[in-house]
């Protein structure tokens, strides 16, 4: 018994130092928002010597005359369609895999399941052509159309994986009152998908809320800019980075996937759990 | 009667499955397949964007592995990215798995901690806070000085550049943790017993029980992260932007560089396919080996 109680103690104190060293950087990047850029360069303490919004003033400002304010409304704008149309289209997807029996089916599951593992850099330069072709460049389109086709097998096996534990007695009876198949998807099984469907949201959003590579190629002008460009911009324009003003933007472009994360951390973990999505 | 028509009924319905994938039939079609084709013939080919194709053979592949100097380098810089980064953050993410699995009071809080990294590792602003840490009068030498260690220029030598890069994957374990949790408490309980009555110690049951029955985890884990870290582009792009002397230059931003900074589709093409025969062998080699060290308890049938 007293053996066990060592055990623990030992175990306790690993978990916190390991634990103060993985968020010692957010820590430290919290209080460096509040600090002058000299300060942040200079001092080694972890409070700045006085508490100023400035760094969040002149930061949000940006560069040139565009704010961040524009690059949250179009992050928002890119990211709030792209997560709704892939909910949308793989949920329907995956009810087409998980309840009907038609010809050619297990040839579709296999190559959707092995696009799962189909690198994004292979088909990612004809893809651009294909946006560039359509007139589609610089737009928010080369994130919405593949949402919309259902080019997101992780979440289509998620969603299938849990319409597997939903009873197919369920369909029956539906199908026995007149229910449509339509009927059945939208009336009946879509409400009882909630959980799985709000897990795929939500990988969804903070993946295409960090996403840096493919806003770096598509969008070009800097109205359209997201976040994430918004920040590179502001890294690199200046000779010498304004380090105060990056960390202000850049603390403030990660809180609403943080206050996203601490609401709903039990669909995070239970969708990583379910399907063993990257995360 | 009445059976034969709800039977007919049946089969009807069943088709109409086709209805429901055919979002992802044409986006499978016009996303992803022809994508992955066509780049395969592009990668023949000469291709700045306003022209049209142009036939050229081998040049492209020849080019890249005899003349161009910068491919070499940043294939090897790859692997020794994708050889340090993925064994360090699964091996690291157990290790937690394990403590984790203790059934200590709090654990649930220590889990969510450690999961933040994970949600936020991929972004911009991270790698601008490892970037400002990480550089000669950053914090970390500030902290090194107070400890009375030299400074360390991390961005600027080859070797350390590449450690901060790993380090910032490895930072991001928390997804790979929740994953060999899951797996952990899946293993029955009476096997640990048995065993501890046999005498066997902590670390033997770690050998011959733990570790065997996550096999199936471990080799997942390993094929998603080395496809995701050979692929990488942000973490370089943003804090070393490849260097110092190149040391950091990730065949993600080399595709990068060629394709959408010198807009030469057809060599850029040609790095993506050798990049993805990369990923293809290393797949079928591990799934190859996996015969050897996964254990399936229902014998591996999917």
């Keep these: ?279 | 009667m009445r059976q034969n028509q709800v039977k007919k009924k049946w089969k009807m319905r069943d088709v109409r499955g086709l209805f429901y994938i055919s979002p992802w039939i044409i986006g499978f079609a016009a996303l992803q397949l022809y994508p992955f084709l066509s780049s395969l013939y592009y990668s023949f080919t000469q291709y700045n964007v306003l022209g049209s194709p142009k036939w050229v053979g081998l040049a492209n592949y020849v080019r890249l592995f005899t003349i161009d100097p910068d491919f070499k380098k940043s294939i090897l810089v790859t692997m020794e990215y994708a050889l340090f980064s993925v064994p360090a953050k699964l091996i690291f993410a157990l290790l937690i798995a394990i403590v984790l699995n203790m059934k200590l009071k709090g654990i649930n809080l220590c889990r969510t901690v450690y999961y933040i990294p994970s949600i936020l590792g991929g972004s911009v602003a991270v790698s601008a806070l490892w970037r400002l840490m990480f550089m000669s009068d950053g914090i970390l030498n500030k902290l090194f000085a107070l400890a009375g260690l030299p400074p360390v220029n991390w961005l600027g030598q080859a070797g350390t550049a590449m450690f901060t890069i790993c380090l910032l994957q490895v930072w991001q374990f928390g997804s790979s943790m929740v994953l060999f949790l899951a797996a952990l408490k899946q293993i029955p309980v009476d096997l640990h017993e048995a065993a501890e009555i046999d005498g066997a110690n902590r670390i033997k049951r770690f050998f011959y029980i733990t570790l065997p029955m996550i096999t199936p985890i471990v080799f997942f884990n390993l094929i998603m992260q080395s496809i995701n870290a050979l692929q990488n582009f942000t973490s370089a792009f943003v804090i070393t932007n490849g260097g110092p002397l190149k040391s950091t230059y990730l065949i993600g931003m080399k595709l990068y560089t060629e394709g959408f900074s010198n807009f030469k589709m057809g060599y850029a093409s040609a790095i993506s396919w050798i990049l993805f025969v990369i990923i293809l062998v290393f797949t079928l080699l591990v799934f190859k080996s996996s015969d050897a060290w996964v254990y399936y308890e229902d014998g591996g049938d999917f």
């Excluded at chain 1, 704010?67 to 009810?95: D, E, G, Q, R, W």
């Excluded at chain 1, 403030?252 to 379910?274: D, H, N, R």
Aim: hydrophobic share 55%; aromatic share 18%.
């Design chain 1, 1 to 279: 018994m007293k053996k066990r109680k060592k055990h623990n103690g030992a175990a306790y104190f690993l978990l916190i130092v390991i634990g103060a060293v993985i968020t010692f950087p957010f820590v430290w990047m919290i209080f460096a928002c509040f600090k002058t850029n000299g300060e942040i360069l200079g001092s080694t303490k972890l409070l700045p010597s006085r508490f100023s919004f400035d760094a969040f003033k002149k930061g949000w400002n940006g560069v040139g005359n565009i704010t961040f304010a524009t690059y949250f409304k179009n992050t928002f704008l890119l990211v709030i369609p792209t997560v709704v149309l892939t909910v949308m289209s793989c949920s329907f997807v995956a009810f087409g895999f998980a309840r009907f029996r038609f010809p050619g089916k297990k040839m579709f599951f296999a190559l959707m399941i092995s696009t799962l593992m189909l690198p994004n850099s292979v088909i990612i330069i004809p893809r651009y052509l294909i946006f560039n072709k359509l007139g589609l460049l610089n737009s928010y389109w080369p994130f919405y159309l593949p949402a919309l086709f259902a080019c997101f097998p992780f979440f289509i096996f998620m969603i299938i994986q849990f319409m597997r534990g939903i009873p197919r007695e369920l369909d029956e009876a539906a199908y026995i009152d007149g229910c449509s198949s339509l009927g059945l998807y939208v009336k009946i099984l879509l409400p009882l998908m909630k959980p799985a469907l709000f897990s795929a949201g939500l990988f969804q959003f903070m993946w295409t809320w960090n996403d840096f590579f493919n806003t770096l190629i598509y969008i070009s002008s800097v109205k359209k800019f997201p976040v994430s460009l918004g920040l590179r911009a502001s890294l690199d324009t200046a000779a010498q980075v304004q380090w105060d003003k990056v960390m202000a933007m850049s603390l403030i472009s990660i809180l609403p996937l943080i206050v996203m994360f601490f609401a709903a951390q039990k669909y995070f973990v239970e969708g990583i759990s379910t399907t063993g999505l990257k995360g």
